[in-house]
């Protein structure tokens, strides 16, 4: 059984930085390299949100448009870990970020929906405030 970890939350100020880390462990045969990673968000009261995403392959991306030009997401399937790097934050930006896995798609599929995941992460908490 797949699992993966979320950690690299916080609170922080508006202006400020963060990298998350989505640490993805439980193969059986295949690799990390097999899996598209989405990141999602849920703010308090609203719906689990799609942030972004990288395929397996690591050659597409997308971003959710609030974030796009703030955010990155990169993958190194070595650590099997993908990161989320988080620029310029916003108090907007306070939510609980999920990582999620996905392998029916080819290499250079993401997803943006929940329904198209498979596997989640428990979360990791970011504050923006001051």
């Known amino acids: 059984q797949l699992q993966l970890v979320e950690s690299g939350g916080g609170l922080v100020q508006p202006g400020g930085s963060l990298r998350l880390s989505c640490a993805v462990s439980?193969?059986?045969?295949?690799?990390?390299?097999?899996?598209?990673i989405g990141w999602f968000r849920q703010a308090p009261g609203k719906e689990r949100e799609g942030v972004s995403c990288?395929?397996?392959?690591?050659?597409?991306?997308n971003y959710e448009a609030s974030v796009k030009g703030r955010f990155t997401i990169t993958r190194d399937n070595a650590k099997n870990t993908v990161y989320l790097q988080m620029n310029s934050l916003k108090p907007e930006d306070t939510a609980v970020y999920y990582c999620?896995?996905?392998?029916?798609?080819?290499?250079?599929?993401?997803?943006?929906?929940?329904?198209?995941?498979?596997?989640w992460g428990q979360g990791t908490q970011v504050t923006v405030s001051s």
């Open positions: 439980g193969f059986t045969l295949e690799t990390l390299d097999y899996y598209a």
């Open positions: 990288i395929s397996s392959s690591g050659f597409s991306t």
């Open positions: 999620a896995a996905e392998s029916q798609g080819g290499s250079s599929w993401c997803g943006d929906s929940i329904g198209e995941f498979d596997y």
